[in-house]
């Protein structure tokens, strides 16, 4: 059985930075494309960045330029979100997801989901 574990989260000042990891078990990771989504409380899920399978092509919400990077180590079966200059906003759930088909940072299309990893910025 397939599963995506995130971890990283926790409270950390506005401003301040956080690596989020995503980790992959029973699962050919290197065929996925993985992706990053968040949301937050009465908040629709929304994408916050994906990371293809072989080209390494990132995508990222308008949101999250030049603040947040995603990175995978296939070795390690292990997708990275490195989230900087962190504001009161990005305060949310963060999920990982991992589609066979393409990146997207839309929801739909992902096969599998990890649990989530909550992130609280205080301001």
């Known amino acids: 059985q397939v599963h995506l574990v995130e971890s990283g989260g926790g409270l950390v000042q506005a401003g301040g930075s956080v690596r989020l990891s995503c980790t992959a078990s029973?699962?050919?990771?290197?065929?996925?494309?993985v992706g990053w989504f968040r949301q937050a409380p009465g908040k629709e899920r929304e994408g916050v960045s994906c990371?293809?399978?072989?080209?390494?092509?990132?995508y990222t919400a308008d949101y999250g330029q030049g603040r947040f990077t995603i990175s995978r180590d296939n070795a390690k079966n292990t997708v990275y979100l490195q989230m900087n200059g962190l504001k009161a906003e990005d305060t949310a759930m963060y999920y990982c997801?991992?589609?066979?088909?393409?990146?997207?940072?839309?929801?739909?299309?992902?096969?599998?989901w990890g649990q989530g990893t909550q992130v609280t910025v205080s301001s």
């Open positions: 997801a991992a589609s066979s088909f393409a990146c997207s940072l839309l929801p739909g299309g992902f096969d599998y």
């Open positions: 029973d699962l050919t990771f290197d065929r996925y494309a």
């Open positions: 990371i293809t399978s072989s080209t390494l092509n990132t």
